[in-house]
């Protein structure tokens, strides 16, 4: 067998010859493949499914949003995984951009807390869909394949956990009351003075029927002897307060 071949004066060794390699790259079997999709699948529906039901609509009731967050979340984690295991590059990028500016161009102006929800799902939907499940084993061997990641997965669990946790503090009754705002449409304009708050407070108390915590004035109308005022009160545990800002009866949509 030669070992080195001799060129006059040079000697160039087999090792520094540039030649064409065969590199094998390692797949996943289907196996692997469904095992991955379930396991990204049902985590994220799981922990989608605890925050919607458990912190979501426990006080705010609206079908309409439970419906909402759970088929945007499952949809999501399934565009993103399919998006993640396809060479896109730059594609990938605006796609998610494309995404979030959907969310902007909507019909029904959507309240802070119902965005909020939203975004936390879309970002638990890119986490769990994103994240790699599988490693590969022996790159360099003659036989590189994938196995489960352990600590890959443990920490998906921990991060969905962890998340969850934040929300349920920040839901906690004990430390968070939930408050709304009701927009009035007030007649008694003389009583909108700051030296005549209290009057103002115990006049809209006795007519709406709730306890005010604050109050804002806003636009008045003298001609009409009227002013809007935005006040703030707690809601009761299982109430809501979606339809307290609107003020047209064509605004109005069944939840």
């Known amino acids: 067998m030669i070992t ?24 996943m079997t289907t196996s692997q493949s469904i095992t991955e999709l379930a396991i990204r699948f ?13 912190f979501y609509y426990r006080k705010s009731r609206r079908r309409d949003y439970y419906f909402t967050f759970m088929v945007f979340s499952s949809a999501m984690l399934m565009l993103l995984y399919i998006m993640g295991n396809v060479e896109v590059g ?17 019909t029904e102006t959507v309240p802070i807390r119902e965005m909020t929800y939203l975004f936390v799902i879309i970002a638990l939907a890119a986490m769990n869909g994103l994240a790699p499940v599988y490693r590969l084993i022996g790159p360099t061997s003659a036989n590189p394949h994938y196995a489960l990641s352990g600590g890959t997965v443990g920490i998906m669990l921990l991060s969905n956990a962890l998340v969850v946790a934040l929300i349920w503090v920040l839901e906690s009754e004990s430390l968070l009351r939930h408050t709304s705002a009701k927009l009035v449409l007030y ?18 108390e006795k007519r709406v029927g709730v306890k005010v915590i604050n109050l804002e004035v ?21 109430q809501s307060g979606s339809i307290d800002s609107l003020t047209k009866a064509k605004d109005f949509v069944e939840q």
Not at 16 to 22: G, L, N
Not at 94 to 105: D, E, P, Q, S
Not at 218 to 238: E, M, P, Q, S, T
């Open 42 to 54: 049902f985590l994220n529906l799981v922990v989608c499914w605890i925050l919607v039901q458990f």
């Open 218 to 238: 806003g636009h008045v109308d003298f001609l009409r002897d009227a002013a809007f005022i935005k006040i703030y009160y707690n809601l009761d545990k299982g």
């Open 4 to 27: 080195a071949q001799d060129f006059g004066d040079y000697t160039i060794a087999d090792d520094s010859i540039i030649d064409v390699q065969t590199i094998t790259d390692a797949m």
């Open 90 to 106: 730059v594609g990938l990028t605006l796609g998610l951009f494309a995404i979030f500016g959907v969310i902007r161009y909507r």
């Open 187 to 204: 007649d008694r304009i003389d009583l909108i003075v700051p030296e005549r708050r209290e009057e103002l407070i115990a006049d809209l």
